[in-house]
């Protein structure tokens, strides 16, 4: 009841606008007292780029929508690996000449055996694909036609007296797909400006060292009042701030039950502080 669904709309951030909560979206904004992040631990990486990249995609919906356009995949994997395989298959069956570049930040790629064989056969039939080693994504911008566009660098030389001139390449965003993988929730968490703790700090063995926890009141509230986190977000352990002000580990299992739960906590808590304003 009074529910308004917004599907297909990515979430940017959420900024504090007097004494509400705006909700910034790749579609709108939306202002409001409470923002309950639900969102997950696996959130895509960013590509670290000045500027708006909202429109690369993270996976290959349908190799034919790239026909007949210059490609790019950006990510060092197997899951790059089979994207560029899987484009470069298509565009040669269908007698296309434009080229599957694939880049990577690093100088090396790192692709299990059977992948590799299966790209290395797709080369000795005819795929145009193109190495692009060591390469940035640094920009994304308009052009003057409205075109989204991906600038990436793609070599340094060097120049006299210190100075250093770059080469790049320019692609349509439509045309770029990004398959570096995903990273945990306390970027999106410390983006936000919420107070963090590192695990070591509360005896938690969960994560890679000197990785970060967010801290929750009881009833799941963030350090900024009308901001909460539920479900997988605060899995394995999160801070569980006491009445005395100090920081305890508290267990969290990443299951849909407790994910319900948190839910229903949240909301609880909402409703009784509505009811009291």
Known sequence: RNVSLRLCEEFQDVVKEDKALKVLTSQNHYKTSNVVPAFGRNIPADLGVYGDAKMVARSLASPEDHIGASTLVFGGGNAAADVVAALSSSKRTSKDNA????????????????????????????????????????????D??????????????????????????????????????????????????????????????????????VMLK????????????IGAAI?????????????????????????VKDGVTAVEHIARCMSKA
């Open 235 to 259: 899995s394995p352990t999160y801070g569980l701030v006491q009445e005395n002000a100090t920081v305890k580990r508290h267990k969290h299992t990443d299951v849909i039950f407790t994910a």
């Open 99 to 142: 080229p599957v570049y694939w880049a990577h930040r690093r100088e090396q790629f790192r692709i299990d055996k059977e992948v590799a064989r299966d790209l290395g056969e797709e080369v000795l039939l005819g795929g145009n694909i193109r190495i692009l080693q060591g390469a940035i994504p640094v920009i994304g911008e308009v």
């Open 218 to 229: 009881p009833w799941l509230e963030t350090s900024i009042p009308g901001i909460y986190a």
């Open 144 to 213: 003057e036609d409205g075109v989204d566009r991906l600038l990436i660098r793609v070599r340094d030389i060097d120049v006299d007296h210190g100075l250093k001139l770059h080469q790049g390449m320019s692609f349509p965003m439509k045309h770029v797909i990004a398959c570096i993988g995903t990273q945990g929730p306390a970027a999106v968490f410390d983006k936000l400006g919420l107070q963090l703790i590192t695990a070591s700090e509360v005896g938690s063995k969960a994560g890679k060292e000197g990785s970060k926890l």
